[in-house]
């Protein structure tokens, strides 16, 4: 498992202060729509600044017709960004057409597509997608892997499942992950650390639970430390 801390708080500022008094770990930063559309390209250069070896997960969920989601995920690419998203709603020719893209690349970030966001409940969920959002994420993840993504976004209780549907090297991205069972905040389906490494999480990923606390460094040494135990 590798840690992404997601940068959500109210300012570039509060973002980079964190993110230095994270600098000791090489760990991922979440980089989401409200940081990047305020911030942009300086603030991503800022945090590689910080820290080179900072992992960024650039979370910006592209949705569009294929050429366009491929001209943008051309342009993250030339960020030097390590992975983005894109929705897996999209479609496998969208998929098919970023993925051909960025081959010509020597040094492609990851791709992984979400499948459900754990924001809709199964009956929303269902009147859009018209399936469960169990059976529907399996269906994506699929979809995902048959045309040549690295991973998907899901919850940490569909990891196991979509690895066993697909392949233990096809990664898992997780939110709602309250690694000592903090509060859940608005998350529904919240898992501890020792859950997500059961379900076979790649990436958790923990927002408040490390930016609100009192002490974010020491809160990250207690994850790192945890998850140097939970390792296969
Ligand atoms: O603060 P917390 O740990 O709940 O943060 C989780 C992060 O993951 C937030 O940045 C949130 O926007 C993001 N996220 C999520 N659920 C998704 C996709 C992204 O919680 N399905």
Redesign the pocket.
């Known amino acids: 498992m590798e840690l992404c801390v997601?940068l959500?708080l109210p300012s570039a500022e509060e973002n980079l202060m964190l993110a230095e008094s994270l600098k000791m770990y090489n760990i991922w930063m979440?980089v989401?729509f409200r940081a990047y559309i305020r911030d942009g390209k300086p603030f991503i250069e800022a945090l590689k600044k910080i820290n080179p070896e900072f992992k960024i997960f650039l979370?910006l969920k592209l949705y569009d017709i294929p050429n366009t989601m491929a001209d943008a995920a051309e342009e993250i690419t030339k960020l030097g960004v390590d992975m983005f998203n894109i929705h897996a709603s999209a479609g496998p020719v969208a998929m098919r057409t970023v993925m051909e893209r960025l081959s010509a690349y020597e040094k492609r970030p990851l791709v992984l597509a979400?499948t459900?966001?754990?924001?809709f409940d199964d009956e929303t969920f269902s009147l859009i997608y018209e399936k469960s959002i169990d059976e529907k994420a399996e269906q994506f993840a699929k979809m995902s892997y048959e045309n040549g993504l690295d991973g998907v976004?899901c919850?940490t209780f569909e990891s196991r499942a979509i690895k066993e549907a697909t392949s233990d090297d096809f990664l898992t991205l997780c939110?709602?992950?309250?690694p000592f069972g903090e509060d859940a905040?608005?998350?529904q389906r919240v898992a501890t650390l020792e859950v997500a490494a059961k379900e076979r999480v790649d990436f958790p990923?923990?927002?408040?639970?490390i930016y609100k606390d009192a002490d974010p460094q020491g809160k990250v040494a207690k994850i790192v430390a945890l998850m140097a135990t939970l390792q296969p």
């Open positions: 997601a959500d979440k989401g979370d979400v459900a966001l754990t924001s976004v919850s939110p709602g992950i309250r905040g608005d998350q990923v923990v927002g408040r639970p």
